[in-house]
T-cell receptor, first 117, second 111 residues
């Protein structure tokens, strides 16, 4: 059973460019969220998608946008790249809480490492 | 979500129990304690979570104090593959997919 898959695994961009990262959720999961992890820090929540709509958003500028497709896969787009956008971008999927309360467990992918020069 | 405090780093001998503490003194009654870990070059991995009772699964045990202001994650027989950054996270059931990660504890298991 494939878990969360992300592509590409590594990419290099220059300042001002745009980037698109892709994520396929774990089988049976319908909710996708994105996190940014700078070197040496914990992941930071960007946003969550469910039923093809953004449901929650962290403290990130509008340069960060996303999309969810009918098959639950998702894209993260970042426009006008800055040096500070260099980070590991993590995708996580989950399903609505079933049974036990509070059990909204996230399954993370291995991430896409973005370097902005 | 309540703030958590963890030691920056810990060491453990292979085969021994690893006990990772977490302080969450401002936790609310409806907030759960979650533990995730991140092995180098991988995404975070869910370990365990609990509300007020102690919990155990195939990976670890979670001990929550009676006043819920702190907890301890126990890896009963640590192996070299348990070397990772361990994150203690407090979240409400209504937080959805939003997890607030701190800097975690770097656990190094030594041979």
């Amino acid at each position: 059973d494939a878990g969360v898959t992300q592509s590409p695994t590594h990419l290099i961009k220059t300042r001002g460019q745009q980037v698109t990262l892709r994520c396929s959720p774990k089988s049976g999961h319908d909710t996708v969220s994105w996190y940014q992890q700078a070197l040496g820090q914990g992941p930071q929540f960007i946003f969550q998608y469910y039923e093809e709509e953004e449901r929650q958003r962290g403290n990130f500028p509008d340069r960060f946008s996303g999309h969810q497709f009918p098959n639950y896969s998702s894209e993260l787009n970042v426009n006008a790249l800055l040096l500070g956008d260099s980070a590991l971008y993590l995708c996580a999927s989950s399903q609505p809480s079933l049974g036990r309360s509070g059990a909204n467990v996230l399954t993370f992918g291995a991430g896409s490492r973005l370097t902005v020069l | 979500d309540a703030k958590t405090t963890q030691p920056t780093s810990m060491d453990c001998a292979e085969g021994r129990a690893a006990n990772l503490p977490c302080n969450h003194s401002t936790i609310s009654g409806n907030e759960y304690v979650y533990w995730y870990r991140q092995i180098h070059s991988q995404g975070p991995q869910y370990i365990i979570h609990g509300l007020k009772n102690n919990e155990t699964n195939e990976m670890a045990s979670l001990i929550i104090t009676e006043d819920r202001k702190s907890s301890t994650l126990i890896l009963p027989h640590a192996t070299l593959r348990d070397t990772a950054v361990y994150y203690c996270i407090v979240r409400k059931e209504t937080s959805g997919s939003r997890l607030t990660f701190g800097e975690g504890t770097q656990l190094t298991v030594n041979p």
